[in-house]
Nanobody, 127 residues
């Protein structure tokens, strides 16, 4: 049974940085696409960033709101993904979810395309 385990959430002051990580376990295959989504209190889940590996090439995608501040990285062979976040604002307080799929997802932002999800890690940005 595939499990995605997130780590690294916590409290950070506005303007600060935080890194969240995720590792897939229990699978006999590696993930091809891995991403991060977040859900703030009272809001819908939204795409944050994703990474995709394909025959030696790596592609990434970002929500416009985080471009230039967040960096997604990972290792295909280990099915791991991390999200380095800088210049965080209180509005980015949310539960951050890791998502993964063994398939090549041509569009990485729709959450409905991902087969596997983590339980989420809470990120709280205080002012």
């Amino acid at each position: 049974q595939v499990q995605l385990v997130e780590s690294g959430g916590g409290f950070v002051q506005a303007g600060g940085s935080l890194r969240v990580s995720c590792e897939a376990s229990g699978s006999t295959f590696t993930m091809t696409t891995m991403g991060w989504f977040r859900q703030a209190p009272g809001k819908e889940r939204e795409f944050v960033a994703a990474i995709r590996w394909n025959q030696g090439d790596t592609a990434t995608d970002y929500n416009d709101a985080v471009k230039g501040r967040f960096t997604v990285s990972g290792e295909s062979a280990k099915s791991t993904v991390s999200l380095q976040m800088v210049s965080l604002s209180p509005e980015e307080t949310a539960v951050y979810y890791c998502a993964a799929d063994r398939r090549f997802l041509p569009y990485m932002s729709p959450d409905r395309l991902y087969d596997y999800w983590g339980q989420g890690t809470k990120v709280t940005v205080y002012s």
